[in-house]
């Protein structure tokens, strides 16, 4: 059984101007120690999908499907057990981590404040524990007495991933752990990710708009588009030979220098990604696919089968499966 | 352990004997010991800034100088020139003289005796009653402001209901069916007080709970009790500091409202009730100014040092008013 198993999720926030499903049926699993990258463009449900894993959003927002984390459904749990998995089972590491931390309270005592709700351990033994957890992000355990505003912006993201290891979960959401870092800092904390993922045997979603840092860290990738999961499958493949239009455009994106393709033809995705509460019929990319064709607008399509262990959300993709298909013998 | 002394040759200082002695590490810094550093040194922050506030340190002398006066009135002024049966009192409605440097009342007392115990009543009321605005305000802005929805509703309907009535009327109905005494009045001008106090902590909380720290400690599991003691609470702390001090001036102004409508407690000598005894006993028509101007006065310069200190506070603490 895999460690986190979501089914035909969707959620809708209930606005001024009506309903805006922003996730519209999305499933996926991430098994023990596995990292699975979900990709997409701003405003197309990453977010909402992660808040939904652990019930973080705001009251009025109807939600369907199951999340089923380490066997039990979130979304159907009683407020008192749904704190108590908060943070044991997944924690998160959000992104900005300059906001996510509070300004008027040293960092020590916010990372042990996850043990201490948890009654892991009391505020003397918690801080102790907070000490290890910043050495082992790199950060000197003297640094426990600081306040926010002493540290850097790379610091700041490794307290948080200190705080995500807090309670020694099984699966750690990173949710753009990089934006608003610069490069060096981002490949910096890529790297404590990645080894602290394998060296705990984490298993982690990792969420990000950036591809080419998902190839680095993830085992798996699922792209979305619209509230939907478009294309999924092995990071590599994925990234290399995308099988749907949307995924080719946002590979497309990342231009690999000295090759001569790319720089002959910058590659980008006209247009913009449509509203969640206005979403196009049949296949939600239609307007700005490139290679759509006449059944696009009508036919919705669901995930088809695309090589090995891959799927996609695209009519190319079925005809090309039947294709070859038929031309086995 | 006891170290022997030994007395020098001229027995004058004591010497101790173990000669290589090794002056100890000091002492490991606990946690404590270093937040307790860190909050003296963000005092001494805000004290430099506050320093260089011309008008929140003349709020502060004066506040100071009222507060020395009302702590050490017994030995400023004798308590039994209070009684007017003491020897002594002078002659009813004396002109300021030196005995009597603001003169003397109907009853012959000196009045700058009754204007120096006034203030302990003036000022207590003025805090206690503050206190317990504070405390309502507080909480109904933060359950309004951090639960919203229904809560929000009745709780903000509640503090408007409070705020459209009209203050006296309702505390002297409340002071007349409780009572006249000290207790009394602290009630009523604290339950009567804290609407704004209420609505502008409610303000402050809307904006804090959506920071992504309030979130994040959601995501850990934090219980709301938690969220409000550990994260919101001390984001609005400041604001209800400096509105505090404001509230303390609006409060000291109704209790003299009340004890000049006759509705202070009568054994007890307050700015309020030396006015409202001087009104009695016809002060103003009979030109007896230095019977009403040391109240009157007194009340004036204080009202005006807590807004002075309250604007002071209202602005180092207000970082939108800040100027840098």
Redesign the interface.
């Known amino acids: 059984m895999s460690l986190l198993s979501v089914r035909d999720l969707t959620v809708t926030y209930q606005t001024q101007t009506g309903p805006v499903p922003a996730v519209r049926g999305v499933s996926f699993d991430i098994d023990k120690g596995e990292v699975l990258g979900l990709a997409g463009e701003s405003g197309c449900g990453k977010t909402t999908v992660i808040n939904a894993i ?1 019930r ?1 959003l705001p ?1 009025r927002t109807e939600m369907t499907g199951s999340v089923l984390l380490g066997g039990e459904d979130v979304l159907a749990m009683k407020p008192g057990r749904l ?6 089972e997944a ?2 590491v ?1 992104q ?1 981590a300059m ?8 960092i ?1 005592d ?1 990372i042990a ?2 043990i201490v ?2 009654g892991q351990a009391g505020q003397r033994e918690a ?1 102790v524990r907070v000490g290890a957890l910043l050495e082992q992000v790199g950060l000197p355990p003297r640094r ?2 600081d306040y926010p505003h002493e540290l850097s912006g790379g610091q700041k993201q490794r307290v948080m991933i200190a ?1 995500a290891l807090a309670c020694a979960p099984s699966l750690v959401i990173a949710d753009e752990p990089t934006t608003a870092l610069d490069v060096m800092v981002q490949a910096q904390v890529l790297k404590l990710l990645k080894e602290l993922q394998r060296e705990l045997g984490l298993a982690m979603l990792f969420i990000t708009h950036d591809l080419s840092v998902l190839v680095e860290v993830c085992d798996r990738l699922a792209i979305m588009y619209a509230g939907r999961i478009v294309e999924e499958g092995p990071a590599v493949p994925v990234f290399e030979d995308p099988a749907h239009p949307y995924t080719r455009a946002l590979s497309g994106a990342f231009p690999q220098i000295g090759n001569q393709r790319f720089r002959k033809a910058p590659s980008g995705l006209g247009g913009d990604p449509p509203y969640p509460g206005d979403v196009p019929p049949g296949c939600s990319f239609h307007p700005r696919c490139p290679v759509a064709f006449e059944d696009c607008p009508t036919i919705d399509p669901p995930l088809f089968p695309a090589g090995e262990g891959r799927r996609a959300a695209c009519l190319l993709v079925d005809q090309k499966a039947k294709e070859t298909v038929e031309a086995a013998p | 352990m006891r170290v022997p002394e030994h007395r020098g040759p001229a027995g004058d200082a004591p010497v101790l004997v173990a000669e290589e002695e090794v002056p100890p590490p000091p002492p490991p810094k606990g ?1 404590r010991a ?2 307790w550093a ?1 909050r003296r040194r963000a005092l001494q922050r805000v004290w430099r800034v506050y320093r260089k506030n011309t008008m929140g340190m003349w709020g502060l002398y004066i506040l100071a100088f009222f507060g020395a006066v009302a702590v050490f009135a017994p030995l400023i002024a004798a308590g039994e020139g209070l009684d007017p049966t003491c020897p002594c009192t002078g002659t009813p409605y004396d002109a300021p003289s030196l005995r009597f440097p603001f003169g003397t009342d109907n009853l012959g007392r000196s009045v700058l005796t009754l204007t120096i115990w006034g203030s302990r009543i003036s000022l207590m009321v003025g805090f206690f009653a503050t206190l317990i605005s504070m405390l309502i305000g507080s909480v109904v802005g933060i359950l309004a402001g951090y639960f919203g ?1 229904w809560s929000e509703s009745v709780l903000m309907r509640l503090t408007d209901w409070f705020l459209v009535i009209p203050f006296l009327p309702l505390a002297i109905v409340l002071a007349s069916v409780l009572g006249r005494s000290l207790l009394v009045i602290i009630m009523v001008i604290g339950v009567t007080s804290w609407p704004s106090t209420a609505r502008i902590v409610r303000a402050q909380v809307l904006s804090v709970k959506t ?3 309030v ?9 709301h009790l ?1 969220l409000v003691t ?2 919101i609470l ?2 609005v702390g400041p604001l209800i500091f400096a509105n505090t001090v404001l509230t303390v001036a609006i409060a000291i102004l109704s209790e003299t409202t009340l004890s000049f409508l006759g509705l202070g407690d009568p054994l007890s000598i307050s700015w309020g009730t030396i006015l409202e005894f001087a009104f009695g006993a016809g002060a103003a028509g009979g030109g007896q100014w230095w019977w009403l101007m040391p109240p009157g006065l007194a009340i004036v310069f204080v009202v005006l040092a807590f807004t002075m200190c309250g604007f002071a506070l209202d602005e180092i603490l207000n970082p939108k008013l800040r100027q840098r």
Do not use: C, D, K
């Open positions: 652990l973080l009251p704190r108590a998995v908060r943070w044991t924690s998160v959000f900005g906001h996510a931390l509070n300004p008027v309270q040293r020590g916010q404040e996850a709700i948890h801080i426990l007495y705080m | 946690p270093i937040v860190r929805r920071r992504p720290y979130e994040r400690a959601r995501a850990l599991g934090a219980s938690h550990r994260h001390p984001n």
